[in-house]
């Protein structure tokens, strides 16, 4: 079955940045249209940003201009560079083929002072 290893999560200040990976296996990685969501204590989940398989991005209001989505065919591997990062960013991040549900364990990113 399709396998999604999310990594690079972590503890940083008001500000801060973060790179998150996502390796993927078991699927024609080039092909798909790949997301990154979160999931914030006390809410439901929510897209944060999508790339397709040529490249094109499109974000949520909330992280646009501060978060860019990539992805590495050769390597199977999805990322997600978050700058200027802010308390509400705090939540669990998942990756996932677009409109499916192929969840992983995620990885945990916390902003605090």
């Known amino acids: 079955q399709v396998q999604l290893v999310e990594s690079g999560g972590g503890l940083v200040q008001p500000g801060g940045s973060l790179r998150l990976s996502c390796a993927a296996s078991k699927i024609i990685f080039s092909t798909k249209v790949m997301a990154w969501h979160r999931q914030a204590p006390g809410k439901q989940r929510e897209v944060v940003a999508f790339i397709t398989s040529d490249g094109r991005a499109n974000y949520a209001d909330s992280v646009e201009g501060r978060f860019t989505i990539s992805r590495d065919n050769a390597k199977n591997t999805l990322y997600l560079q978050m700058n200027s990062l802010k308390p509400e960013d705090t939540a669990v991040y998942y990756c996932?083929?677009?409109?499916?549900?192929?969840w992983g364990q995620g990885t945990q990113v916390t902003v605090s002072s």
């Open positions: 996932n083929v677009y409109r499916m549900n192929y």
